[in-house]
């Protein structure tokens, strides 16, 4: 979006009456801004707010420039307070906005009296959307006082079942007691995050088999599947969203539960990003009888809070014998750090990342060329070599020899070129022909430290036949 939305004329001109702030939510300092105003894991959110400070809408994903005009336009028709003698329902809603419950109370009485039809439902309804709005905005003091409302006034509405585990969420936050509702519900969720993935029954096995094509069945699949994918995802954002109290049950899950269960604890505890989180997974990984598939969970779930201070740890993960599997969830980690941070000159990253590029593993080689792209340290020159030689496909056209190609091009400070011109994929002739360069120029490189690339000391460039 940066090159090509919000460079749009157009938008240039929205933007230039509003006030612009972005914000980095892997850093340390803005996750409480993200927590209270991020409703998706989705990147980008944009979250538009009022001068009163009022959150007035919200969206996420990358958009072109028409699109984004319309969310805006959007924000700004709700951004406008209502006049002071407007309808109680738009005064009701922008004190909801406000979380301001004293605000709201003349506002529902004003409908009691009025007794119009549909009021009923109004005041129901505002009462409900200060619950979430509270609830969104973590202000868990109103929101306690917001869903004693709602119970009170509505005690067979709706929304009952959802105001009692808003009100033990704000009950928790306040006093630290988890409530009965909020318990069945944190173990509804993970009940969801645990249903086994829609497979194919034995005789849709066999038809396939046998090359008999079942139209009707591919279709049913591929809707279960789809639906799979979005209940799991909204248990796991809802407990996310919870927070602290469903902790305890999250870890339970990551270290006893098998399968989906063990691998969507690990996701929601990487999403939560909770400090105290950090510590509890790091002792995990001190404990030396973890079987290797909760074990990568469990770095993965680690390297997911993206905590500088663990970057030590990947470290020698990525370059010990652990298994491969491991290795690779430490691997994405340093990456993600090393993103953080634009890159990095730690040689102890680059010798790690070079022990990791040395076994054959496909996946673990996969993600170790993508984090050597953060690297401005010498790399081992020869590991690249012998990778160029590995053709193995990682998706569409690239292969590994091909990431192995670009990693050591960006090493020798130039694109790799065969007769002048930049080299696109990496064919075996063009394989050959670096392995002849390198030995031959092998004892002149020199590593530029300003620069950050090896050089020839005569200045000979990677071109020929």
């Keep these: 979006m940066e090159r090509v939305t919000f460079r749009a004329p157009e938008v240039v001109e929205a933007f230039a009456g509003i006030e612009v702030c972005k914000l980095d939510v892997d850093l340390a300092a803005n996750r409480e801004v993200g927590a209270r105003h991020r409703r998706t894991v989705s990147l980008p959110t944009f979250v538009a707010l009022a001068a009163d400070g009022r959150e007035v809408h919200q969206w996420s994903g990358a958009l072109p420039p028409a699109d984004l005009l319309r ?9 406008a307070p209502p006049p002071a003698g407007a309808d109680p329902v738009a005064l009701g809603e922008f004190a909801c906005a406000r979380c301001d419950r004293e605000a709201l109370a003349p506002q529902l009485a004003a409908l009691a009296r009025r007794g119009a039809p ?3 439902e109004q005041i129901e309804r505002l009462l409900w959307l200060l619950c979430t709005t509270s609830f969104d905005q973590q202000r868990w003091p109103e929101l306690a006082l917001a869903t004693q409302d709602y119970l009170a006034r509505c005690p067979e509405g709706a929304h009952r079942d959802e105001a009692m585990v808003m009100q033990g969420r704000a009950t928790f936050a306040v006093d630290g007691v988890l409530t009965e509702a909020l318990r069945a519900h944190i173990d509804a969720l993970l009940a969801d995050g645990a249903v086994p993935f829609p497979g194919s029954s034995l005789l849709d096995r066999a038809k396939r088999f046998a090359g008999v094509q079942d139209e009707a069945a591919e279709r049913a699949l591929r809707a279960a599947a789809s639906a799979w994918v ?3 995802n ?13 902790v305890p049950a999250l870890r339970r899950a990551l270290l006893e539960g098998e399968g989906e269960t063990m691998r969507h604890a690990a996701t929601t505890l990487g999403w939560m990003r909770l400090p105290e989180n950090v510590g509890f997974l790091r002792a995990q990984l001190e404990r030396a009888n973890t079987p290797a598939p909760r074990r990568a969970e469990v770095v993965r779930a680690l390297a997911m809070h993206k ?12 370059r010990g014998d652990e298994p491969p599997r491991v290795r690779t969830e430490a691997v994405e980690g340093i990456r993600d750090l090393c993103h953080l941070g634009d890159g990095t000159t730690d040689p102890a990253v680059a010798g790690a990342l070079d022990a990791a590029l040395a076994h054959r ?13 953060e690297v401005k340290a010498p790399l081992a020159l020869g590991n690249l070599l012998e990778a160029l030689d590995d053709r193995r496909t990682l998706f569409a056209e690239f292969r590994i020899c091909g990431n192995a190609m670009w ?3 960006q090493q020798l400070g130039s694109l790799v070129q065969v007769d002048g011109e930049p080299a696109g994929t990496c064919t075996p002739a063009i394989a050959a022909f670096l392995e002849r360069w390198y030995s031959a120029n092998r004892h002149r490189l020199v590593w530029d430290a300003d620069a950050c690339h090896w050089a020839v000391r005569d200045g000979a460039a990677v071109q020929g036949k």
């Design 71 to 79: 969310e805006l336009a959007t924000a700004a028709a709700a951004a």
């Design 118 to 120: 549909g009021d009923a």
């Design 230 to 232: 979005e209940r799991v």
């Design 234 to 246: 909204a248990a796991m954002q809802r407990l996310a969203r919870l927070g602290p109290p469903a």
């Design 307 to 318: 905590d500088p201070a663990c970057l030590p740890l990947f470290v020698a993960i990525a």
């Design 361 to 373: 593993d496909l996946r673990l080689r996969q993600w170790t060329l993508q984090a050597m792209f």
């Design 407 to 409: 990693i050591l091009g």
